[in-house]
C-alpha cells in the first residue's frame, strides 16, 4: 500500500508525436488513437478493472449501508455525515498528520544525508548503496516484526542499550528515568512506527536524491569553488536548488504514502494501544473488516482520496514558487 | 493492401478484454457449483474449528459421510480462526460463500439477523441438548445446529503447587483462595508466574458475573456492567498483570504466549479452555490438572457453543442440511471428537461422553461437566466485534494504568451504550 512508486523524478506526460503526415483528417487521428489505446492495454486493463472499476464501486458503496453479508441500503450522505462528525475520524485523521510531520522531515533529512556521503569518491559506495535500498525492497511484514522486536519495551534490543545509560544518568543527578514503552505506551506507538518507516524507506529517497546529485553540472559547483563559496554556501546556493524537483518529487509521492500509512501500523501496533496510533487506512480496515460497516469504510476512502488530492494540487501549484525546472 | 486489423478494431481490444474480466469475475461470483464432473453433488464446508490439530478428525467424519452417500462430494475449506469471519464476510460479499459455514454463538446472530442463512427445516431434535440447539435459533426459526461446545476451566501445574508446599485447587476455591495461591507461586526472579487470566471481553463478563454483576440491563437495552460489582470484576482482570502475571509488554497478548509459558512448566495457574487438552497432553514431563474456575459471589463458567448454518445462498441446501446433521450428531462425528477430546459433542445423551471422561490427562475430567451447571453465556449484540474491541481496549487501559477501573468502565459502557443505541 505504501509501497513508493518508482516513477523518475519530473516525469513529463509523454507528448503527442507531432503528425507525420500533412493531412490530418479525422480519420487518420482516430487510426492513430486506436493503436495507441492497443498499445496501452497491459497497463489499462489492470488500471480499469482493478483500480477504477473499485473506485467507482466504492463511492456508490458509500451512499449505502452494507455490511457484506445482507443487502445494500441506501442512505445518500449519511455515511459521510456521519463520519465527519465523529470523534474517531477526527482521532485518526489526527494521528495520520501526526505520523507524516514525523516522518517526512526525518525521511528526508536522512535520506539527502546519506546521498551527500554516497554521492562522494567513497570506498565501498556501491555496496553502500545497493545496502541501504535493502529494506526498500523487504516486505513490510518483515520489517515491521524485526522493529517490534528491537523495541521490544522489557527485552528489546534498543531498551536492553538504552536503559543502562539512563540508570547511568539517574544515578549522576538522582532522576528516575526508565527506557520508553515503545508500541506498549500510547504516547511512544507513534514515534515507533515513524521510527521503523523512515528507515525503511531512507533507501528510496536516497536512490532519488542520489539521481539529482549526479544530474548536477560538476562546473557549477567548481566556478563557485573558484570563487571562493565555502563547502555550506555551495550546497545552500548551487546544490539544494538544482535539486529542487527531486525534492518535489520525494515529498509529493512521500507525503501520499503517508495518508496511506498501513502496513506497518497494523504490524506493529494494530493500531493500539488503545487506538494511540490508528490511521485513516487502518480505520478504513477494521470498519469493512472487522465491524461490518463497508459504507462508513467507503466513505471514509473517499474523504482520504479528495484530502490526498487537495495537498497534492496545493503542491503543485505551490512548486512554481521554489522548484527550479532549470 | 490494408490490413484488417486497423486501429479502429485496435481501439475495441481493451473494451472486449475489460468485458471478459467482467464475465470472468460474475462467473465466479456464481460458483457455489451445484454438481462437479462426476455428476455428483457438490457441498462445500468451510470451518475454523478443526484448524490447528484436528483436520484429521474432520476429514475422518467428512469420508463416513460420503460413504454413506455416495452421491454427494464434500469439498472442506478450513481458515485459522483469526481470518475466518474476514474470510466470511468477503465470500459472502463476493457471493462465494460454501453451502455449510461454521459459526460460533457469538456471531450467530448478526448473520441470522442478516439474512444470510437458510432457516433449517424438520430438524430431528432428538440427539441434541436442547439447550445448545436453542440456541442457534432466532425469533422461533433454527438457523444453525451446534457442532460443538466448549468450557473455561482452571489448569495448575501440580509439580510448581508441590514445591511451593500449596494444596491443589478445588472446585470450592473462590477468587481469594486463588489470589494467595498465585501469589506464592510467583517467582519472577525464576521466570515463573502464578496465574494467567487475559485481561478481555471474553473473561471479564465471566467474572462479572462471578462478581454477582450483570452485563446488560434486564431487557438488554443498556449497559449494566458499569456497577460496583463491575469495578470488582475489573479489577480482579487487571491487577493480575504485572504482579502475579506477566504484562502486555512482556509478550502476555503474542499468541500461544500463555500456552508456552504453561507447556514449559513456568505457570501456576492458567484460566483457559477444553480445547487445550490433546495439545498439553502430548507435552513430555508435565503434571497437570483441572478444576472449576474459582467463583467470587458465585460460581460462574463460559459456555462456547459452536455451530454449523446453511447459507442462503446455497443451490443444494438440503444435502447441505443432511451434510450438517450428519457433521454434528452423527455416531461417528461422536465418537471422533471424544475420541481425540476435540471439545465435546453437542448431544443430549450424557452417556454418550462416558469415553471422554475415562481419558487422561487431566485425572479431573468431571470438572468439565461441573461447570456446566453454572454458565455465563457471551453478552451478544449485532455489533458484536465492535463491543468486543471497546471493552478490550478499556480494560487494558485499566491495566496499564493510563485509567482508573472505575473510568475505564464508565467510558465502556458509554461505547456500548452508543452500539446499542
Known amino acids: ?326 | 493492401m490494408t490490413s484488417r486489423f486497423n486501429g479502429r478494431t485496435a481501439a475495441l481490444v481493451p473494451l472486449a478484454l475489460v468485458g471478459v474480466t467482467v464475465l470472468a469475475g460474475c462467473a465466479q461470483g456464481s460458483a457455489t457449483t451445484t454438481t462437479g464432473a462426476d455428476g455428483k453433488t457438490v457441498v462445500r464446508y468451510m470451518n475454523f474449528t478443526s484448524n490447528d490439530g484436528h483436520e484429521k478428525d474432520l476429514d475422518t467424519i467428512v469420508a463416513a459421510y460420503e460413504k454413506e452417500n455416495p452421491d454427494v462430494d464434500v469439498q472442506v475449506e478450513t481458515i485459522p480462526y483469526a481470518d475466518y469471519f474476514t474470510k466470511l464476510q468477503t465470500a459472502f460479499a463476493g457471493k462465494t460463500v460454501a453451502d455449510v459455514v461454521d459459526l460460533n454463538y457469538e456471531n450467530f446472530v448478526s448473520y441470522a439477523e442478516s439474512g444470510a442463512l437458510a432457516p433449517l427445516e424438520d430438524v430431528d431434535a432428538a440427539p441434541y441438548k436442547d439447550t445448545l440447539l436453542e440456541s442457534f435459533t432466532h425469533d422461533g426459526t433454527q438457523y444453525g445446529l451446534p457442532s460443538s461446545y466448549s468450557n473455561v476451566v482452571l489448569y495448575y501445574n501440580k509439580a510448581l503447587f508441590d514445591a511451593a508446599g500449596l494444596e491443589y485447587p478445588t472446585a470450592d476455591w473462590t477468587w481469594a483462595d486463588e489470589q494467595a495461591a498465585a501469589t506464592a507461586l510467583t517467582d519472577t526472579a525464576a521466570g515463573v508466574y502464578g496465574d494467567f487470566q487475559p485481561v478481555t471481553f471474553h473473561e471479564f463478563y465471566k467474572v462479572l458475573d462471578q462478581a454477582g454483576g450483570q452485563f446488560f440491563t434486564e431487557d438488554g437495552s443498556a449497559s449494566a456492567f458499569d456497577s460496583p460489582e463491575g469495578v470488582k470484576a475489573a479489577t480482579w482482570l487487571v491487577t493480575k498483570p504485572g504482579t502475579v502475571m506477566p504484562t502486555e509488554a512482556d509478550g502476555s497478548s503474542t499468541p500461544d504466549f500463555d500456552k508456552d509459558l504453561f507447556s514449559a512448566g513456568k505457570l501456576g495457574m492458567w484460566h483457559s479452555g477444553i480445547w487445550m487438552f490433546d495439545a498439553l497432553s502430548q507435552v513430555e514431563g508435565l503434571d497437570w490438572d483441572i478444576v472449576v474456575e474459582p467463583g467470587d459471589a458465585s460460581k460462574a463458567s463460559a459456555l462456547f457453543t459452536n455451530g454449523v448454518a446453511v447459507t442462503a445462498a446455497s443451490k443444494e441446501k438440503e444435502a447441505a442440511q443432511d451434510f450438517a446433521e450428519f457433521l454434528t450428531v452423527s455416531p461417528t462425528a461422536v465418537d471422533t471428537r471424544l475420541a481425540s477430546s476435540w471439545e465435546l459433542p453437542p448431544v443430549a445423551d450424557e452417556e454418550a461422553l462416558a469415553p471422554y471422561l475415562e481419558q487422561t490427562p487431566p485425572t479431573n475430567r468431571q470438572a468439565v461437566l461441573d461447570a456446566l451447571d453454572t454458565v455465563a453465556l457471551p453478552p451478544v449484540l449485532a455489533a458484536q466485534q465492535e463491543m468486543q474491541d471497546a471493552i478490550n481496549e478499556e480494560l487494558s487501559n485499566a491495566a496499564a494504568g493510563r485509567k482508573t477501573v472505575e473510568q475505564a468502565l464508565t467510558d465502556a459502557a458509554a461505547r456500548v451504550d452508543q452500539l446499542l443505541g
Open chain 1, 1 to 326: 500500500m505504501s509501497v513508493p512508486a518508482t516513477a523518475p523524478p519530473r516525469a513529463a506526460a509523454p507528448k503527442r508525436p507531432t503528425p507525420q503526415r500533412r493531412s490530418t483528417s479525422s480519420r487518420s487521428r482516430w487510426r492513430n488513437r486506436g493503436w495507441v489505446l492497443f498499445f496501452l492495454l497491459p497497463s489499462a486493463v489492470p488500471l480499469v478493472v482493478f483500480t477504477l472499476a473499485p473506485m467507482v464501486n466504492s463511492l456508490w458503496v458509500s451512499l449505502h449501508d452494507w455490511n457484506l453479508v445482507s443487502p445494500m441500503k441506501w442512505v445518500g450522505l449519511d455515511n459521510y455525515a456521519d463520519l465527519l462528525t465523529s470523534d474517531d475520524t477526527w482521532r485518526v485523521l489526527g494521528n495520520t498528520l501526526f505520523y507524516i510531520l514525523g516522518y517526512l522531515p526525518l525521511v528526508y533529512v536522512g535520506g539527502l544525508g546519506l546521498a551527500m556521503l554516497l554521492n562522494r569518491a567513497l570506498k565501498g559506495r556501491t555496496f553502500f548503496r545497493a545496502a541501504y535500498f535493502l529494506p526498500v525492497i523487504t516486505s513490510w511484514v518483515v520489517v515491521a516484526l524485526v522493529w517490534q522486536w528491537l523495541l521490544n519495551p522489557s527485552n528489546g534490543l534498543v531498551n536492553q542499550l538504552v536503559q543502562p545509560v539512563l540508570d547511568g544518568l539517574n544515578g549522576l543527578f538522582g532522576t528516575d528515568m526508565t527506557a520508553p514503552g515503545w508500541w506498549t505506551d500510547p504516547q511512544w506507538a507513534m514515534p515507533s512506527v515513524i521510527l521503523a518507516s523512515a528507515w525503511k524507506d531512507l533507501g528510496f529517497v536516497m536512490v532519488i536524491l542520489l539521481a539529482g546529485l549526479q544530474a548536477i553540472p560538476g562546473d557549477v559547483l567548481e566556478a563557485a569553488r573558484v570563487d571562493g563559496a565555502g563547502a555550506w554556501k555551495r550546497f545552500w546556493h548551487i546544490t539544494f536548488p538544482l535539486l529542487s524537483p527531486s525534492t518535489f518529487f520525494v515529498l509529493v509521492i512521500s507525503l501520499i504514502n503517508g495518508f496511506q500509512v498501513f502496513d506497518q501500523v497494523y504490524v506493529m501496533t494494530g493500531g493500539g494501544p488503545s487506538g494511540a496510533s490508528q490511521v485513516v487506512v487502518g480505520q478504513i480496515y477494521d470498519l469493512t473488516f472487522r465491524y461490518g460497516r463497508a459504507g462508513d469504510a467507503s466513505a471514509l476512502s473517499w474523504i482520504l482520496f479528495v484530502l490526498i488530492l487537495i495537498v497534492t494540487a496545493l503542491q503543485m501549484r505551490g512548486q512554481r514558487r521554489w522548484v527550479n525546472h532549470a
